[in-house]
């Protein structure tokens, strides 16, 4: 199926105009002698986007990020499981100047939750 555009795109300007931030990180593993292990890290993330340049494809905020972990190694193989919280006080976004303008302003709440689970071969 051959499809064909029958009108052209709109040009639309999407300025980034963000600003230097900072990210820390740390986290850590305990080893234990009956090859469990269990792993806890935090990452904080700060704002990049000033409010006037605030764009809701791309709704970044101070986020925090929280994660533990547990391990088990067996002969060649491996279990490991992980949950990770993340996040981000709201953000209120009031004077938006990017090309959606006022439509970008509102509050912006950002919650995720993740879960890995993993299995390893040795060989």
Same mark, same amino acid.
């Given at each position: 199926? $051959?499809?064909?555009? *029958?009108?052209?795109?709109?040009?639309?300007?999407?300025?980034? @105009?963000?600003?230097?931030?900072?990210?820390?990180?740390?986290?850590? *593993?305990?080893?234990?002698? @009956?090859?469990?292990?269990?792993?806890?890290? &935090? $990452?904080?993330?700060?704002?990049? #986007?000033?409010?006037?340049?605030?764009?809701? !494809? $791309?709704?970044?905020?101070?986020?925090?990020?929280?994660?533990?972990? #547990? =391990?088990?190694?067996?002969?060649?193989?491996?279990?490991?499981?992980?949950?990770? &919280?993340? &996040?981000?006080?709201?953000? *209120?976004?009031?004077?938006? #100047? *990017?090309?959606? @303008?006022?439509?970008?302003?509102?509050? &912006?709440?950002? @919650?995720?939750? =993740?879960?890995?689970?993993? !299995? =390893?071969?040795?060989?």
């Amino acid at each position: 199926m $051959i499809l064909e555009q *029958t009108a052209p795109a709109p040009n639309v300007s999407l300025p980034f @105009n963000w600003q230097s931030s900072w990210m820390f990180q740390f986290g850590g *593993t305990r080893y234990f002698e @009956n090859d469990w292990s269990v792993s806890a890290g &935090y $990452i904080f993330s700060q704002n990049s #986007v000033p409010d006037e340049w605030f764009n809701p !494809a $791309i709704p970044d905020s101070d986020r925090h990020v929280f994660s533990v972990g #547990v =391990g088990k190694k067996f002969d060649r193989w491996s279990l490991d499981a992980a949950f990770q &919280y993340g &996040y981000g006080p709201t953000l *209120t976004v009031t004077n938006a #100047v *990017t090309a959606y @303008n006022a439509a970008a302003n509102g509050d &912006y709440v950002f @919650n995720s939750f =993740g879960l890995a689970l993993s !299995a =390893g071969y040795r060989f």
